[in-house]
């Protein structure tokens, strides 16, 4: 059963960094997928972050300039960082899975979530 | 980018009762259509994709249909466990895959 689990802070000062990990179980992702972080503030509803793999990366292009995910696999995680973080972007972040099934896309397996919050 | 709206916004029902969610996309997004359940406090939980294809496990009691810009998600025999949101995510082409603003379900 493949299985996502988010760690990082709980809290981050606005202007900071937030760096994220998604552990990654019962599936090496070096297998293929892409891997991705989606963010839902309180009440509102999903907002895709970025997503890569290891022949394609995309980002969310209000975020690009501020977004890094990358990839480890010999820990089989990906991490998520955002800089220059605002108080705007206070939500719970996931990880998940994308799959594909003739060239349809899909986010076939979730994280539990993280709640952030940005506040100093 | 793609953006998609869904209607109603929110739905109150009755346990039996079959329900359904509509969901709007901006310019055709051909079948390319996604369909998720996020319950109180808990992680989104995908469903369908293609715009009509059950995700393995999930009951049959859920549908999809649609293609295009218009899809809709019908979920017959409504039961207290299908409380939530419902979220359509279209997956059309590069991205960004946009997700409509969610359908909140209720059980009077």
């Known amino acids: 059963q493949v299985q996502l689990r988010e760690s990082g802070p709980s809290l981050v000062k606005p202007s900071e960094t937030l760096s994220l990990t998604c552990a990654v179980s019962g599936f090496s992702i070096s297998d293929g997928f892409l891997w991705a972080w989606v963010r839902q503030a309180p009440g509102m509803g999903l907002e895709w972050i970025g997503s890569?793999?290891?022949?394609?990366?995309h980002y969310n292009e209000s975020l690009k300039s501020r977004v890094n995910i990358s990839l480890d696999n010999s820990n089989n995680e990906f991490y998520l960082k955002l800089t220059s973080i605002n108080v705007a972007e206070t939500a719970v972040y996931y990880c998940v899975r994308v799959a594909a099934l003739n060239y349809r896309r899909f986010f076939d397996v979730w994280g539990q979530g993280l709640r952030i919050t940005v506040s100093s | 980018d793609i953006h998609m709206t869904q209607f109603p916004s929110s739905l109150s029902a009755s346990v039996g009762d079959r329900v359904t969610i509509n969901c709007r996309a901006s310019e055709t997004v051909l079948g390319f259509l996604n369909w998720y359940h996020q319950r109180p406090g808990k992680a989104p939980e995908f469903l369908i994709y293609?715009?009509?294809r059950l995700h393995s496990g999930v009951s049959s009691r859920f549908s999809g249909s649609g293609s295009g810009t218009n899809f809709t998600l019908a979920i017959s025999n409504l039961q207290p466990e299908d409380l939530g949101t419902y979220f359509c995510?279209?997956?059309?082409?590069?991205?960004?895959?946009?997700f409509g603003q969610g359908t909140k379900v209720e059980i009077k």
């Open positions: 995510q279209q997956s059309y082409s590069a991205p960004p895959w946009t």
């Open positions: 890569l793999g290891h022949s394609e990366a």
């Open positions: 293609a715009g009509f």
